[in-house]
C-alpha cells in the first residue's frame, strides 16, 4: 500500500505540480532538454533500489545525458537578462522553472522504478485503478478550493472535451499502457521509451508555441540524446551473429516463465518441485 500511495504522490500528483508550474515559468524548449535526462535518472535509481547493472556503455549515455543539461543550463546562465525580469531569492523565473522540470524528472523516474517493483505483484489494470484512486484523493481538496473561486463558464466547451481527453490518455490509458509493458521490460530498458517526451515537447514549442532552437540550444539537446544512441547496440541485422562469452546462458527475456508476474507466483525455488512432481 505504501509504494502505491509513493507510486501515486510522485507519479501523478507532484510530477503534474511541478510540470505544470515548471513550464508555467520556463520555455517547451527548456523542459524538454531537461526531460531528456530521464533515462537517465531512470538507470541511476534502477541500479540503486532494483540491483539493475550499469555498463559502461549506460555509464557514459548518463555522462552525455548530464553533459548536454549542463551545457544548455550554462547558455541560460551567462544570458543577459532582460531589465525588469521578475525573480525569486536573486534568480529569475525560468531558472526556478527548469529546477521544478528536474523534480519532475526525479519524480518520472521514481515512478518507473516502483512501477517496475509493484508489477511483480500486481495486474497492470489493478496497479492504474488504485494509483487514480491515491490520486483522487490527493488532488480533491485543492481541485474543491480552486473550484470555490472559479468560474466555469469561463470554459469553451472545446477546452473541456481537451480536459476530459488529457485526464484519461494521462491517468488511464497511458498507466494501464505503460505497467503492462514494464511487466517484461526492464526498468533501464523502459526508461529509454521515455525520450519522446523532451522530443514531443521540444517539437511542440517549435512548430505550434513559435520557439525557437538556438544553435547551442541544439546542440545540447543533440549530446542530451546522444545518450540514449550509445546505450543501444546497434547490429547490421536481426540475423547478424553476436560472438557472447561463455558464461552468457540462454537468452530468457521472452519466456514467460521468467516474467515477473509469474515468478510472482511461481519462484525459482517452485521449480524443482514441480519438475520432480512432474515425473
Not at 13 to 20: A, D, G
Not at 113 to 123: A, E, M, N
Not at 132 to 152: E, K, Y
Not at 199 to 214: D, N
Amino acid at each position: 500500500r505504501g509504494l502505491l500511495f509513493l507510486e501515486s504522490f510522485l507519479g501523478n500528483f507532484l510530477f503534474s505540480i511541478c510540470m505544470l508550474f515548471g513550464v508555467s515559468l520556463t520555455t517547451a524548449v527548456a523542459a524538454g532538454v531537461i526531460m531528456s535526462s530521464i533515462p537517465a535518472v531512470v538507470a541511476l535509481l534502477s541500479w540503486a533500489f532494483l540491483r539493475e547493472r550499469i555498463s559502461r556503455r549506460n555509464a557514459m549515455a548518463i555522462g552525455l545525458a548530464a553533459l548536454g543539461i549542463g551545457l544548455f543550463s550554462l547558455t541560460k546562465a551567462t544570458a543577459p537578462a532582460e531589465p525588469g525580469s521578475p525573480q525569486f531569492l536573486g534568480l529569475p523565473l525560468p531558472v526556478w522553472g527548469n529546477v521544478l522540470i528536474f523534480a519532475a524528472v526525479i519524480c518520472e523516474a521514481s515512478y518507473v522504478v516502483i512501477g517496475k517493483y509493484l508489477t511483480g505483484d500486481l495486474s497492470p489494470k489493478r496497479i492504474s485503478a488504485l494509483i487514480n484512486l491515491w490520486g483522487f484523493a490527493l488532488v480533491t481538496p485543492f481541485g474543491l478550493w480552486a473550484a470555490w473561486h472559479f468560474d466555469f463558464g469561463s470554459v469553451a466547451p472545446g477546452l473541456w472535451v481537451l480536459l476530459v481527453f488529457y485526464a484519461l490518455a494521462a491517468s488511464v490509458w497511458t498507466v494501464w499502457l505503460w505497467m503492462t509493458g514494464l511487466k517484461t521490460v526492464p526498468a533501464s530498458q523502459a526508461g529509454v521509451f521515455t525520450v519522446m517526451l523532451p522530443v514531443s515537447a521540444a517539437a511542440i514549442g517549435v512548430l505550434f508555441m513559435g520557439e525557437r532552437l538556438s544553435g547551442v540550444q541544439m546542440l545540447a539537446f543533440a549530446i542530451a540524446l546522444a545518450g540514449l544512441v550509445v546505450a543501444e547496440v546497434e547490429l547490421a541485422s536481426e540475423d547478424q551473429t553476436v560472438d557472447l562469452p561463455p558464461w552468457v546462458g540462454e537468452e530468457v527475456t521472452h519466456d514467460p516463465r521468467y516474467f515477473n508476474s509469474s515468478l510472482a507466483s511461481h519462484p525459482f525455488r517452485q521449480w524443482r518441485v514441480e519438475a520432480g512432481a512432474g515425473h
